[in-house]
């Protein structure tokens, strides 16, 4: 006759060895701090390493600098309360010699600078520059803001307060004198700036402007150098 007590022991296992049925479900330290097991099939290798923001697309070299001058908010009193909308006024320019200036309104501050981005951008024109400054001074009025815009030497950076500066950035202006006279309206500065910009032309514009025929240093040059030389008889 077997005894009961010597067959139950036998199928015992250490302490310190894990039982096969805790592994297959658990599938080796599942839950919060395991590995997650089999249970599933895993995440797999994982996402990889991170990539830089310039590897990605869209370095092509014509991406358009986008400056929120200015938000305001307005309020219309209804029954029940008050109701807010938006106004943004944007400035965007490639910093190649073209800038444009849009004001976009909406009931949400996104949707407004949105509208006055896509404004802006249908708005665009191509300012006259030298360099890195403007080829002549500058004066304009718009309703009461007036703008002064001087050249300057290389290295003297961009001279101006926040609402001129960010008009001036965005054409790719990196010289240049300026003032603001008059009004502190951001609305009336940016189009005062923007209107100073329109009256640049340069040198070469204006004589093609005019029927004359420009002539570069090189091309002056060579007839008097040939009148020069000794004819033979």
């Avoid at 400054?133 to 002064?148: K, W």
């Amino acid at each position: 006759m077997s005894d009961p007590i010597k067959s139950n022991n036998e199928g015992a296992k250490p302490a310190g060895q894990p039982s096969n049925s805790a592994g297959g479900q658990g599938g080796g330290g599942g839950g919060y701090f395991g590995g997650g097991g089999n249970r599933g099939g895993g995440r797999g290798p994982g996402r990889g390493p991170r990539r830089n923001r310039g590897e990605d697309g869209g370095g092509d070299g014509n991406e358009l600098a986008e400056k929120v001058v200015y938000i305001n908010r307005s309020a219309k009193v209804v029954k029940g309360g008050r109701r807010f909308s938006f106004s943004a006024l944007v400035v965007v320019g490639d910093k190649k010699g073209r800038v444009g200036v849009g004001l976009g309104k909406a009931g949400e501050v996104a949707d407004a600078i949105r509208k006055g981005g896509e404004i802006a951008k249908g708005r665009m024109l191509p300012i006259s520059l030298r360099d890195t400054t403007i080829p002549h001074e500058a004066l304009a009025d718009y309703c009461g803001a007036r703008v002064l815009l001087r050249p300057a030497s290389p290295g003297t950076g961009v001279i101006a307060g926040k609402t001129v500066r960010a008009v001036l950035e965005s054409v790719g202006i990196r010289d240049i004198l300026s003032k603001s006279l008059g009004s502190k309206n951001p609305s009336n500065v940016v189009k005062a700036t923007f209107a100073a910009l329109r009256q640049l032309r340069l040198r070469e514009d204006i004589l093609r402007s005019r029927g004359i025929v420009v002539r570069t240093a090189a091309a002056a040059a060579a007839p008097t150098a040939e009148t020069s030389a000794p004819t033979s008889i």
